[in-house]
């Protein structure tokens, strides 16, 4: 399975994503993980998206700041309303919806998106 | 400016399917500005179709290139290359400019990526709305610059029609009603008297009615 994540590195620092990436490591299952660093998530647009899929990509995880909490105000709504647009995009080309998956880092930490991570590949398999 | 939308990808693909090499073309001008057929679109167009011809066995072999205007004949000349090199031309032009396309490369299939749909303005951020009818005889200057043949539901040249709610059309309640417009943009610039005018029936023999419109300018011709 290859998932892509996209990051806002406003949220995710180099060490997290080294976190998330080596909790979520399966070698068993050839699993591979990309990610992509952004000076903000509202730097994302379609064509990043589109491009990681078209590279190969199952899914693609989109991780913005919190509600309110982008630096540059709104980028992270921005981004949010690309992935959904994408989303849309991809069930009309016919892979089915539900491959974009956004998230919005809360203050917890990194476990919400280590359980994403989680359920995406839980969801994968199943679909499979 | 014409505005435009994409058609879906099912619809291209369908469009496409038996060709292998495709020339994606878009066009600098309109459909840039409403974000239908630019070069960013023509990027994401092209993505999408790779992605959805591999499931399908298409493999399309797609080419992308944008030209600052696909209507005027010095500018098509830049992609004369590109296109002959490709099987077919999908192109994100408007009407005017799939047609100059396809008038310019007699031996070559080329389809419409968009549907034009009309002229308008950017109102605000991701929307945009229809100002001219293009019915060649403007009213414009009779109307405070609000145009009723357009942006009334009804096309009423003596309205208003009586159905509108507050200042909302009773056809489409989420326009504002164009003659509530008129009304207040006359009294604005203390018009207010055109308005015990009763205009005549319009004259539509400048409209499509016709046929294909020509303009001939003498004067810029050898």
Known sequence: MNIHIFYCANCLDANAVRTIVGSDRDDQNNDTIKTVSLPCSGKVNLLYLLKAF??????????????????????????????????TLLEEIGLGNGRMKVIQKSKEGIEQITAALEQIKKDFTQKQ | MIVAERKTIPELVDILEGNKKILILGCGTCVTVCLAGGEREVSIISSALRIASKPR?????????????QCDNVFIETAAEAIERNDVVLSLGCGAGVQAI??????????????????????????????????????????????????????????????????????RPDRPCAWQLIYQRLKGIGQLDRLKNIAPPKNWEPSLGGGCRVIVREDHRI
């Not at chain 2, 066995?57 to 205007?69: A, K, M, N, V, W």
Request: hydrophobic letters at 35%; proline letters at 3%.
């Open chain 1, 54 to 87: 078209e590279k190969g990509a199952d899914n693609v995880l989109l991780v913005t700041c919190g509600q309110d909490e982008c630096k540059f105000l709104e980028g992270n709504l921005r981004a949010k309303k690309r992935a959904q647009a994408v989303d």
């Open chain 2, 57 to 69: 066995g298409l493999d399309f072999e797609i080419e992308e290139l944008t030209i600052e205007r």
């Open chain 2, 102 to 171: 396809a008038e310019r490369f007699l031996d070559k299939p080329v389809y419409a990526g968009l549907n034009t749909a009309f002229i308008g303005i950017l109102e605000e951020r991701g929307l945009w709305t229809e100002k001219c009818g293009a019915c060649g005889e403007c009213v414009l200057s009779q109307y405070g610059g609000i145009c009723p043949i357009t942006r009334c539901a009804k096309h009423m040249l003596n309205g208003p029609c009586g159905g509108s709610r507050e200042d909302r059309c009773e056809v």
